[in-house]
Every structure is written in structure tokens, then in C-alpha cells.
């Protein structure tokens, strides 16, 4: 689709699964499953929205989805169910291959946004899956993934960046910056001190993606706060900032692991936030 002066594409990665309370922290089951049902192992669906922006001199990829380095049994513990790759949908939707690609950026380095960042090769070695690419990821992000707390530990994994250092794409950023002009990255703490947001602004419209701030549509109420959060009570204090200035200012909202309708705009209901669909073409 057409976003003022950029071309920008939703390139979905593969729908997995996580814990409904741990997606939901301390909203009871009774509501939240009511919005999001849970399978038997009380998991509920979700995906992985990456975001490609073509710029006319730039391809940018934002996010990198799960990655496909996982074992028979992590796949089935996440119930990853992949029917292509994060490079065949990126042809199918953007028509670009991995080698075009030539700004990838992560909002953090949890492993289910920046798994694809890698692949493992024939030998076993994990390397870029975008060789050609400038990989953007924020000092800060590096520095917390390289020693996470024992809360968040499992979360990072580093053959996700470490290959990207090695081979000299890894560029490490400042906590807020501007990728190209109308695209900024902007830090906001409460799901850890170093996750950032990303705003595309263009012909007075605005794009703004909430990465974990505010993963799925369910999570617009200001309680609705992920238990993974390290940071909840600043999470809460962001959210009634952000959500209710999305709404007066008509902002085309991303929720990266809503499985269903990701791009929303927020309405202001007479006092209470909703979400309306945004159809991409």
C-alpha cells in the first residue's frame, strides 16, 4: 500500500503461541479469554507482523519475525505453524528477495522479533539471512541482551545478533533516531528500559508501531498489561500518553502479534479506546 511517499507492506511471519496469563499478567482469565481464546495448554494465538518500507533508495525490513532455528520440540511448545518462509512471503507481498534488503531494524532482540535475523547455513553456523543489509539495533538493546536479567534471560538468544557483528552489518543506535527521513525510532521503557517504537510519519499522516508496548488489539485498555513486562507501572504511564493521542491524531496503528487484524486505527468512544480495522490493499 501507499503510505504518503513510501510503498509499505504487512509481511506476516508464522502464527505461534504463548500463555494467555503471561500475555495478560494480572487480567483474570474470565475476561481475557473472552477476546483471545486459549487452546488446552491455555495458549493463545498470535503472529508476527513485520513491516517492509521501500523507500525509493532504501528497503527497509522492520522486524525479523521467530526464525525458522528452532527444534521439533520448541516448535511444537510455541505451536509454530509456518506454511512459508519470512523470505517467500516477503517475495509474495513485497516481491523483494532477502538480498535486496538493505536496512533491517529491531525494536528489540527478543527472539520473536528478531529470530529471523539469522538462518542457520549447511554447516550449522548461524548468518545473516539478509546479507546485504545494515542491521539497526539500539546500544542499549545490545548491551541489556548480552546480560538480561534472570526474568528475561530466555527471551534472548544470541545467535540472533552475534552473527551480525561478526560479519560487520551490526549497526548499534542511539535510543532514539531517524532511519531515513519521516522514520524514526523512539525508546520507551516498560516492557524492558531499552524496547523501542518506530514512527513513519509522511504527507501529514502517521504510522506509529507498538512492538510490545501494546502487542494486540486486546492490549489497548491501559490495565491490559503484559505479565512479561519488567516494567509495567511505566508501561501503563506510555499507554495513556500514546493510545489516546493515536486517537486524536488518526494514527495507522500496528499491533505486531495480532494474528488477525494488526493495522487498526484507535477511537475514542466516549471516553473508551476501541479499534477499527485498517484494510490494506
Known sequence: MQFGEYRVELIPDTE?????????????????????PPDADNRIRMNMNCVFVDTGHERILIETGIGEKWSPKQTTMFGITR???LAETLALIAGVKPESITIVINTHLHFDHAGGNTFYDDQGQAVPAFP??????????????????????????GENWQPLAASGQLELQEADYEVVPGL???????????????RLTSEAQTMFGFADLVPM????????IMGYDLYPVETLEVKKRLL???AREGWSCL?????DAPLCRIVDDNGKLTTVPIEVN
Open 16 to 36: 505461534f503461541r504463548l500463555d494467555g496469563g503471561a500475555m495478560f499478567g494480572v487480567v483474570p482469565r474470565a475476561l481475557w479469554s473472552k477476546v483471545c
Open 132 to 157: 546485504n543489509a545494515r542491521y539497526f539495533i539500539s546500544r542499549a538493546e545490545v548491551e541489556h541482551a548480552e546480560s538480561p536479567s534472570e526474568r528475561d534471560r530466555a527471551s534472548y538468544l
Open 244 to 246: 489516546p493521542q493515536a
Open 83 to 85: 506454511q512459508r518462509s
Open 184 to 198: 524514526r525510532m523512539e525508546t520507551y521503557a516498560g516492557h524492558n528500559r531499552s524496547m523501542q517504537c518506530w
Open 217 to 224: 488489539r486486546a492490549h489497548v485498555p491501559f490495565p491490559w
Open 255 to 259: 499491533f505486531y502479534h495480532d494474528p
